[in-house]
């Protein structure tokens, strides 16, 4: 089982708006990733946790703010974004940081 | 910098035939190199990957071929079905980072 899931699969948001975007995998890794990928674009790596703990920010804006409540579950905090901000966000995870990534399906996030 | 390019941003193969999918590295630090592919609005899916202590790895109509004196990585699809038109992306990891770097994507159309 290589499944990786992430709610919501839209999500429509205001720039005064505060939401989450969850992603959850039960394959025991422990290494997960947030990544932001435009259209026609490659994913392009945002944060990654390692052992529940944050090992590398990309220099993203603090209006994205990610968390790791455990080993199993990865939020990505939203506030005050911007319309260029609208974008698939990805989450994926690796048994350790460094081996195969595997993502999840994706939130469509759009910013009005 | 680029570090890892494909410079085919399109192909087009009949089905039934072969579909050569091609990616260049600049970095000789990298080790592990993998392909996923990708439909619109979905997150990518992990195809097949290479170690750098290997030339060629194989997993059903799948084969990555990588020549590291050139620096180079190449996926064969044979034969081809519709169904793998999608966009493919090859990626590499290793350096001192130890992220996964993408390259810019190929989109593979697979006429019936």
């Known amino acids: 089982d290589t499944e990786v899931t992430q709610t919501p699969k839209h999500l429509v948001m205001g720039m005064t708006n505060k939401k989450s975007l969850k992603c959850e995998q039960h394959?025991?890794?422990?290494?997960m990733y947030w990544y932001k990928q435009k259209a026609k674009k490659p994913p392009e790596l945002m944060f990654v946790?390692?052992?529940?703990?944050?090992?590398i920010n990309e220099s993203v804006p603090s209006r994205f703010s990610p968390e790791c409540p455990n080993s199993s579950l990865l939020n990505l905090h939203l506030h005050a974004l911007q319309p260029e901000d609208s974008a698939l966000y990805l989450c994926a995870s690796s048994q350790m940081n460094g081996e195969t990534q595997y993502f999840g399906p994706g939130t469509r996030l759009l910013v009005l | 910098d680029q570090q890892v390019k494909q410079n085919s941003p399109s192909l087009s193969v009949q089905e039934g035939r072969i579909s050569i999918l091609n990616c260049d590295y600049t970095n000789s630090m990298f080790d592990y190199f993998l392909w996923y592919k990708k439909y619109p609005a979905e997150g990518p899916t992990f195809l097949i990957s290479i170690s750098s202590i290997k030339d060629k790895n194989e997993d059903g109509r799948f084969t990555v071929f990588l020549n590291k004196s050139a620096k180079h990585l190449s996926l064969h699809i044979v034969p081809s079905q519709p169904g793998d038109s999608a966009v493919y992306f090859c990626?590499?990891?290793?350096?001192?980072?130890?992220?996964?770097?993408f390259g810019t994507g190929t989109l593979l159309a697979v006429q019936p």
């Open positions: 990626a590499a990891n290793g350096g001192a980072t130890n992220k996964l770097i």
């Open positions: 394959m025991g890794h422990r290494a």
């Open positions: 946790y390692s052992y529940e703990k944050l090992s």
